[in-house]
């Protein structure tokens, strides 16, 4: 069994449970240590992951309408989206210009392709990339570099014959440099006779070209065996990143966790298929998701959050009496926001058609709460209290201290004014237990 699968089936076992008392979490938390240790995951690492999944489930209180199997799953969840480095790859624009990344791996991992990939994924971003075909051991790897990038307008430097990577390297920095390239990508060689060659000339390489990063690429299919294969290069040369690829098919997947207990690095793309085109930034969440069995495992996981968001006692009175301020409405957006991306939320909601709107409308909103927030700031006190008295050139005073429009101004009240409607509209229905229930999380 790999690590993958042995993940699923001990979370499989654990919610096939009647009850997740203390026996079925601790049943499921040994199932997670065997998968770890399965993917050469260092044991240290291993218990630090299982102390803080035992410390949570024991402190942390399932919200109301929530069971304690959900609370469970999420700690597992979280906990090993953390072990991947919890947060979602971005590229952004190199800091520095030529900003020069050295890319490593044994052949037949990928690594060619990677490189391929990643340039245009950088060119489709608007980045003026170049790439050095250093591979001295593999000549079609040249070949196949200017065959994929070339035609997309991608410059490829190469020697054909060259038998010195390190001086080819040099080289090929000074001729895209100077061709304005301001993000260099080195393709560097994948298997000598012996291993240690191998990596006597990465750290040569290094040592000469200086990098700003090193990126490793992973066969996503090879399991376990992925933690010694990138210690090896660890030890060689500091690998800043890490790309898994082959990860279209059934791969094991339990090699990135291996990857990456091995090297400290975390993850920044995966490859899903053979095009050119297929390459994402990694996002630890939907990976750890697949990992797991469990597509929709972010719905579960924001029906939770939800449950969390907490209404103050005076908050629930003031609701509870109709008298709803812009300060309650301005703080309910504050504990949505911290539960995750708005645009998640929205999509969790169970109203018709909400779920399948497009993405950039969901982003939207993210936005507009931002400026609801910047404009409630830019407010005085007076303000505060009674939005109802705000002119238009309070308006005007209130979007320049904000940054935002004057429109903005005026469709933050009107909003406001809908949802203090809707409240005395929900008080004078005079549902039983509305206070409580709200203090309670229900409402």
Not at 350 to 372: M, N, Q, R, Y
Request: charged share 30%.
């Amino acid at each position: 069994m790999n690590p993958a699968e042995a993940l699923r089936a001990a979370l499989s076992k654990f919610l096939g449970r009647p009850t997740a008392d203390r026996e079925a979490t601790e049943e499921l938390i040994r199932g997670i240590q065997r998968a770890l240790l399965l993917a050469d995951v260092k044991v240290e690492l291993v218990k630090e992951l299982s102390d803080r999944i035992r410390k949570r489930v024991e402190e942390e209180e399932p919200p109301p309408g929530i069971s304690r199997k959900d609370v469970v799953v999420r700690a597992v969840y979280e906990e090993l989206v953390r072990l991947l480095g919890a947060k979602r790859s971005e590229l952004e624009r190199p800091p520095t210009k030529p900003y020069v990344v050295m890319v490593v791996g044994i052949q037949g991992s990928g690594k060619t392709t990677t490189v391929a990939k990643v340039a245009n994924l950088l060119r489709t971003r608007g980045i003026k990339v170049g790439v050095v075909g250093a591979d001295t051991y593999r000549p079609a790897a040249l070949e196949q570099l200017r065959q994929l990038l070339v035609p997309r307008g991608i410059p490829v430097y190469g020697e054909e014959n060259g038998s010195d990577a390190v001086g080819i390297a040099v080289r090929g920095i000074s001729h895209l440099t100077s061709q304005g390239c301001e993000y260099i990508l080195i393709d560097t060689a994948g298997r000598h006779r012996d291993q240690e060659s191998l990596m006597r000339e990465m750290r040569e390489m290094a040592e000469r070209i200086r990098p700003h990063e090193i990126g490793l690429v992973i066969d996503g299919t090879i399991g376990q065996a992925a933690g010694p294969q990138a210690e090896a290069f660890h030890r060689a040369v500091p690998i800043g990143w890490i790309a898994v690829t082959k990860l279209d098919t059934s791969a094991k997947g339990g090699g990135a966790l291996s990857a990456v207990a091995a090297t400290g690095a975390s993850i920044r793309f995966i490859g899903t298929g053979e095009r050119i085109e297929d390459i994402e930034l990694f996002d630890p969440e939907s990976y750890v998701a697949r990992l797991l069995g469990m597509p929709d495992l972010r719905s579960v996981l924001e029906r939770v959050r939800l449950a969390e968001l907490k209404v103050t006692e005076q908050q629930a009175e003031r609701i509870a009496r109709g008298t709803f301020t812009l300060e309650d409405m301005i703080e309910q957006l504050r504990q949505v926001r911290k539960a995750g991306p708005l645009s998640r939320f929205l999509r969790s909601l169970p109203i018709p058609g909400l779920p399948s709107l497009p993405e950039e409308e969901l982003e939207k909103a993210e936005e507009l709460a931002k400026k609801f927030e910047a404009i409630y700031n830019s407010m005085t006190p007076e303000e505060r209290r009674d939005p109802t008295i705000i002119d238009g050139s309070r308006a005007r005073r209130i979007a320049r201290g904000a940054g935002v429009r004057e429109g903005d101004v005026k469709r933050l009240v009107k909003q406001y004014l809908e949802a203090r409607k809707l409240v005395k509209t929900m008080r004078r229905s005079r549902l039983p237990g509305v206070r409580r229930s709200l203090l309670e999380g229900k409402g």
